[in-house]
């Protein structure tokens, strides 16, 4: 069964500083690793999708980078804002006959302050 | 891309009734999930909605509780029977858009409360 974690919990930052968000999966056999993007009360926001075969994605200050073998991806965040402020959560895709599905972490909460 | 709907957004319900919420997705899809988020947790899968057959729950969820359709690539509904405070959650839809290296999307949840 797929585990995802990530570190930190909680993260506060100023304004302006560049923060690396990190997750953990057991299972390596994942289909594609996702990124989301969580305001309050709010559903989610995809940020960035890595497929399985890929190494890193990038939009605009986000960068993400996957290694298979160690289980590992990083979310890098680059002259945070205060708007970046959400729970990042990242999920491992299923693939075969469970294409689609998703094991989320359990997220990190960020706080950039001007 | 894919824009989800989800209704209601947000509910307030009495203990022992049920809710039915409903999740209308832009294109056709094969496969929909149901996810809920209990506060402060992240989120897990109820199940998996496949069109013209049973749905597919995850380990500690039944069908007589989490009742779900999926009459059409678009469209599927999650209902929450005999509710109690515990399900008091967001629930979310989720929704891929082709078999393979398939991004997920989701709606914007229907945050729940049971008193």
């Known amino acids: 069964k797929q585990e995802v974690t990530q570190i930190p919990a909680a993260l506060s930052v100023p304004e302006g500083e560049n923060l690396v968000l990190n997750c953990s999966f057991t299972d390596s056999a994942i289909y594609n690793l996702q990124w989301f993007r969580q305001d309050p009360g709010k559903g989610l926001t995809s940020l960035l999708l890595i497929q399985s075969s890929q190494r890193e994605q990038t939009s605009g200050r986000l960068n993400a980078s996957l290694d298979k073998s160690s289980g590992r991806s990083t979310l890098y965040i680059a002259a945070s804002q205060p708007g970046d402020s959400a729970t990042y959560l990242c999920a491992a895709g299923d693939g075969g006959t469970s294409y689609g599905k998703l094991t989320f972490g359990q997220g990190t909460i960020l706080t950039v302050h001007p | 891309s894919a824009v989800i709907s989800q209704k209601p957004s947000r509910d307030i319900c009495q203990r022992g009734t049920s809710l039915t919420i409903q999740c209308q997705v832009d294109s056709q899809v094969t496969m929909m999930f149901w996810y809920r988020q209990q506060p402060g947790q992240s989120l897990t899968l109820i199940a998996t909605?496949?069109?013209?057959?049973?749905?597919?729950?995850e380990s500690g969820f039944v069908i007589d509780k989490f009742p779900i359709s999926r009459p059409n690539l678009t469209f599927s509904t999650l209902t929450v029977s005999n509710m109690s405070p515990e399900d008091s959650s967001i629930y979310l839809c989720?929704?891929?858009?082709?078999?393979?290296?398939?991004?997920?999307?989701f709606g914007q949840g229907t945050r729940l409360t049971v008193v």
């Open positions: 989720s929704a891929g858009l082709r078999p393979s290296g398939t991004e997920a999307f």
């Open positions: 909605a496949n069109q013209g057959s049973e749905a597919t729950y």
